[in-house]
């Protein structure tokens, strides 16, 4: 399990776009401020490609 460590009230934002996205993340820790990421055994490098795209896409929407 991954997790990253976010601003409480941007996490949940970045959660729920990622979920509009089809990327599925749980949102944990003490503050639910944490992006949890389980990823398959079977990661390939394309699905870290496409995982960090599309976080990098939500993170730059949600600044604006």
Known sequence: MWGIELDPAFAAGIYETMKDKHILVGLGGQKKNVLRVMPPMCLQ?????DFISVLDDTMAESQK
């Open 45 to 49: 490098k394309h699905d870290i490609d």
